[in-house]
């Protein structure tokens, strides 16, 4: 899945294992590769032995040429095609869950990262590789550190260091999507949310005031909100308003003084960051809130023709993409991104996280007949 | 003040500022004392440079023996006499909040441990110091830990060491009172309150269940709780359930499914610990409850001679102790307990804790009377 926002710790272990050089083979069907990727471990922050594999296996590509930035590798075709298309993938996970090595269970492939995403890195590699002679120009592009605070990620690096190198008329994110077109995606707002008490022995709680008891009061709030699934550009999006942390106390025998509630606001593409920011200050109208963190959206962009031809050859009816994904980096850079990808996005960043291998296969065909027709 | 469950960490400074060697003046007046002892940092964990200290200036006393295990320090006379009593008092401190060094406003003493108790560990050493022909045998007792877990107290490493160095008739604990005697003490017990709920991506936040929201029912009944008052040998005690702290949340995208509130209940000498424990279980009816430490109170016992002996010396009316102290150590050892000290229990565990000069001296005197007549 698309971001996540917490701070990952890379697994210790993996650094261990993988300090080794990875041979990847891009030989292997996709379903085969991408077991492959899943058992070199890449939790945010220690992509490296994998973002060295997949360059040397690139650089061995005549007709591609690499550029390497930090722990993301960017492979071009330079055909003189008159459109040129990205097709890009994260290859860092959310930390291992006791879900390493990869294994397979009838048609389904499991392990931290099948789903989310590095089949659609597996398909993303498989075209870099065989597709060598496509209609548009191709920028392929997998990068590090989506799945941690926004200001270490990949595509926001290549877009400050090379913005050349991210030029194009469309992205596809190959984030799972169940093998559908999701157009465009919702915003994401943190804040915080405080109470504020007076502290006291907990022996004479009277001389004081619990600031825990009153955060009741946020909580009753997001118990009762009612969020709006509004349709922009003929998607329907679905927002949402979540506590995703909570923390106050000072001891144990000690009154608190301060709660602070932190709050997830999903927000469909006809929300501007500011009017989410200023949405959240009217719901907890009358406490201190700040917020730490916002993601503009995406509108869905799928009028734009470049869209369509990919539409077209996809198939199937779009849907609107609930969560946050690189599609909206894509889209400040002034191009329309759509999400394409194999793996049901729901089984992202759980401990069961798996891929149907079909979908892998299908999503390359359909790939690879939309770049060479 | 008495107990603090806290996990207190020793300030990193005092190590360095204070590994050299510390003597304590025990010629001057108990409140110019108490600010040398505010002077020397011993927050728990911390108070080897002043139980050094300590045991150096009483072991300069040719009328007492001296006793030292761990950070306690123990002091005896050996006179023969019918009776003995204990004289204790806890040397470590809560954290420094910015309020060291020790400073005096007019009549007050201000710095970290100044109420919550060096102001009345500067009258214990002082009556050890000087009182060289007391009416009873008295064992001054110092000790270490008691503002952290009940298994790091030094009274409680003292009982299971050397038992016999606490044996006594009556036990006067000098923690703060504000110069009055308080009778027994209210127990206290920690648990965990827990939700859970199940875990989802909080851009689909229908498909989890928020476990944070569901804690606004335990906030709620802490809320709308009414505490007894009961009345037990004559003293009015003062019940409380609080929210000391809670903590929930897995990352900023995921929806939580577990949220654990930590709840203090400080309850009444005429209930036993079980009993307390089995009022929460039931206040908290069908959620999981875990008693994570508990620690009985003590009766009053303000009928014993030897205690009315004191009350008789100090004059003026006794109260309930609503704190948990270490007197239900004592009480706990077959010998009834009392508090009796300068400064405002209010005040104790407070970044402006202070201490009345003149009640230092008060309470110098008044003990002074009761171990000479």
Redesign the interface.
Known sequence: ??????RAEPAPYCWALYAAEVDLDLSLDAASLTASLVDVPSVSGGEEPLADAIEAALAAQPHLAVHRDGNAVVARTSLGRPRRVIVAGHIDTVPIAGNLPSRTEQNLLYGCGSCDMKSGVAVALRLAAHVTDPSPDVTYVFYDCEEVESERNGVLRLSRHSPEVLAGDLAVLMEPTGAIIEGGC?G?L?AEVVTTGR?????????GH?A??D??RI??T??SYQPRQPEVDGLVY?E?L???????????????DR?V??V?L?FAPDRSAEEAAEHIREVFAGLPVTVT?VAQGARPGLDHPAAASLLAAVGGAPRAK???TDVARFAALGMPAVNYGPGD??L???PDEHVDMAQIAECEAKMRNWLTS
Chains 1, 2 share one sequence.
């Open positions: 899945m698309p971001e996540a926002r917490r919702q994401t943190q502290r006291a022995h907990s022996a004479r709680a009277w001389m619990n825990i008891h955060a009741s909580l009753d997001l118990r679905h949402g979540n506590a995703v942390g909570i923390r106050g106390g000072v001891a144990s025998n000690v009154i608190p709660c509630v932190m997830n999903r963190d609930l969560g946050w996005p729901q992202a960043h759980s």
